[in-house]
């Protein structure tokens, strides 16, 4: 198949989704066509059957805010034509799903579109009147829609209502960029201590991750061991969340890191990753830490539940509640055996429920359904 790839290219779980699928299906001979802003950041390694079309964004001083939905659609149309796609993939509902139909109609072909929904494309977007339309158009306009969990699509049917299927489809980590190890220089380098356990969290530090409660779980978690929190990522919480790490004089071991490329390092030097938001549709950190043997606590919102089994391979707490998460962590971390137990199983439901190979065939399946081409269920 030829296959067009639309994403945010900028680092976050979408754009390594739609990256690291769009390199599965390379690699299994499929042609693959990125037509997306700027070279998807997980693309830094040369791929057969992949090529990149970077989308100029016209800055006509006219224009208050540059045309990027049109200069996408019609750079589109263009790969759509010159390359004989037979199919998009458009990741996120708004613009990308609208920019495809566009596209499609601009290339005069009848081009199959799949889009995948993430999450705040739905759960945040979808509250606002003035796009909540054009995400709907977008949904039922494509020819099949998928969502990264069980709870976004029932999201999607409540806040949207669109009179079309949604399929789950979750996401998935390449694993072998996720080993399980234990880097000891980098624990050094950061002046962690061998004695000292570590916690990790990250994201883009948007107020919806709820950050405050990640350092104050660490702050109860550091009153009983000694621990270090790592904070990666970049955004417009930063600040104030230093602020608060200062007011609970935590400066010393809370380690604000910025946006780091190597994740893999960091969560090889884990002990437990922590994701407190209050609306994740899937929380793809979550599965990256587990591949690297790391155990999470994470809230009971959204797609956290589906891909965190409570007290079997990880644990839940409720939004806002830095006790219990601090408990289970203390709990956790005084207890070896325990936690080697849970480890264990929970590298084998990760190995059962997300392994890439198993979800790239389901998009996959998807891909040859569209075309009419499907030959066995997956
Ligand atoms: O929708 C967003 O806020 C950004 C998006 C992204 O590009 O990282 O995150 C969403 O998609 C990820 C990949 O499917 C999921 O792992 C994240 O849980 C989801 N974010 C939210 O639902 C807040």
């Known amino acids: 198949m030829k296959i067009g790839i639309t994403c945010y290219p900028s680092v976050g779980g979408s754009g390594i989704i739609a990256t690291e699928l769009g390199i599965l299906m390379a690699e299994r001979g499929h042609e693959v066509h990125f037509i997306t802003s700027n070279m998807p950041f997980r693309l830094n390694k040369p791929v057969p059957n992949i090529t990149f079309h970077q989308v100029d964004i016209n800055q006509y001083a006219v224009f208050q805010y540059p045309p990027y939905d049109i200069s996408l659609s019609t750079k589109i149309a263009n790969v759509i034509n010159e390359y004989?796609?037979?199919?998009?993939?458009m990741?996120?509902?708004?613009p990308h799903a609208i920019c495809g139909i566009l596209a499609r109609q601009m290339s005069g072909k009848d081009i199959?579109?799949?889009t995948t929904l993430h999450g705040t494309d739905i759960t945040v977007l979808g509250y606002d009147h003035a796009l909540r339309n054009a995400i709907k158009f977008g949904i039922e306009k494509s020819d099949i829609v998928t969502s990264v969990s069980q709870s976004l699509k029932e999201e999607t049917y409540d806040i949207i209502q669109p009179n079309k299927e949604i399929?789950?489809?979750?996401?998935?980590?390449?694993?072998?960029?996720?080993p399980i190890g234990r880097q000891q220089d980098l624990r050094a380098s950061y002046g962690i201590d061998k004695d000292e356990k570590v916690i990790i969290h990250v994201s883009n530090f948007r107020k919806v991750k709820r950050i405050d409660t990640i350092i104050d779980t660490f702050a109860r978690i550091r009153q009983n061991m000694k621990a270090k929190l790592l904070?990666?990522?970049d955004g417009p919480e930063l600040l104030d969340m230093r602020q608060h790490v200062k007011s609970l004089h935590l400066t010393e071991d809370v380690l604000f890191l910025g946006k780091q490329d190597c994740m893999s390092n960091f969560y090889q030097v884990?002990?437990?990753?922590l994701l407190m938001s209050e609306k994740e549709s899937f929380g793809l950190t979550l599965l990256e830490a587990m591949n690297s043997g790391v155990l999470p606590i994470g809230t009971r919102t959204g797609g956290i539940q589906e891909v965190i089994k409570h007290e079997?391979?990880?644990?839940?707490?409720d939004i806002g509640d830095c006790d219990a998460a601090a408990n289970y962590a203390i709990e956790i971390l005084q207890d070896e055996t325990k936690y080697k137990q849970m480890q264990s199983v929970m590298l084998e439901d990760i190995h059962a429920r997300f392994h890439s190979k198993k979800i790239a065939d389901q998009y996959e399946y998807y891909y040859e359904k569209m075309l009419g081409e499907s030959t066995t269920n997956v």
């Open 270 to 273: 884990s002990d437990l990753v």
């Open 84 to 89: 004989d796609l037979d199919i998009l993939h």
């Open 112 to 114: 199959k579109i799949m």
């Open 231 to 233: 904070l990666i990522g």
């Open 91 to 94: 990741h996120y509902a708004i």
């Open 312 to 317: 079997v391979t990880g644990f839940l707490v």
């Open 167 to 178: 399929i789950p489809i979750y996401n998935f980590v390449k694993e072998q960029d996720f």
